[in-house]
């Protein structure tokens, strides 16, 4: 069994971080054939330089009958392979009409201990998420526009103090081209959060991220 390695030595990186850029890696397979495959993102410092990857664990039967609302495991491991956060999201409701059973992620950072949860908060309107830490406490907000199909543009999701007034950052979904967002499901994503952040929180950050790209931007190209 493999060590995780600890926290201190994990998170040097992202601890240095206010600005994380999140690349889904192209699926030529995806293009081709019109069918979801396992997503697999490089998670980016802004020079462009990767510091960890992520890959998306779950059945065929899940992504293509559950998309996007499938339950997924992602593992993020550091550039010497050991894994470093483990993204957990099971198999729930988004619609308004479910205001019971709504979307939650759990993050462990290392593996096997909590960092902090995303929860989708009931609104008729606009997406709206809260970060809580390792504790359930609530630490952030994150509120989407309400349109998130992003023609041309990036779309932003806020992130805000617990009174939905001070923003104190944003998740970005770049805008990626035409052919991009034709053929592909691919998205580029910018994460960006005060340096002094906790880096538990951080780390919750990157879940949202995930969280908010198959609910919004993972549209099923096989038509399920």
Same mark, same amino acid.
């Given at each position: 069994t493999q060590t995780s390695p600890r926290p201190?030595?994990? &998170?040097i990186l992202l601890k240095q971080l206010d600005q994380i850029i999140i690349h889904q890696q192209v699926e030529l397979l995806e293009a081709i054939l019109g069918r979801e495959t396992s997503s +697999? @993102?490089?998670i980016k410092n802004p020079l462009g330089? !990767?510091? @960890? &990857?992520?890959?998306e664990e779950n059945g065929c039967c899940d992504r293509g009958l559950c998309s996007p609302l499938r339950p997924f495991t992602i593992r993020i491991a550091d550039n010497a392979g050991r894994e470093v956060i !483990?993204?957990?999201r099971p198999l729930r409701c988004s619609s308004c009409c479910f205001p019971c059973f709504l979307q939650e992620l759990e993050v462990q950072s290392p593996p096997g201990t909590i960092a902090g949860y995303v929860v989708q908060n009931w609104d008729p309107f606009l997406p709206k998420f809260t970060i809580r830490n390792q504790s359930k406490e609530d630490v952030l907000k994150i =509120? %989407?526009?309400?349109?998130t199909c992003g023609c041309f543009e990036d779309v932003d999701f806020e992130v805000k103090a617990l009174n939905e007034m001070t923003a104190i %950052? +944003? =998740?970005s979904k770049y805008w990626s081209g035409f052919v991009n967002n034709v053929f592909t499901n691919t998205a580029n994503f910018g994460i960006q959060v005060p340096v002094d952040l906790d880096v538990r929180i951080k780390a919750v950050m990157i879940g949202a991220c995930f969280l908010i790209d198959l609910m919004f931007f993972e549209n099923s190209l096989d038509g399920l």
């Open positions: 201190t030595i994990l &998170f +697999k @993102y490089e330089q !990767r510091v @960890y &990857f992520a890959v !483990r993204v957990t =509120i %989407g526009p309400c349109a %950052g +944003k =998740i």
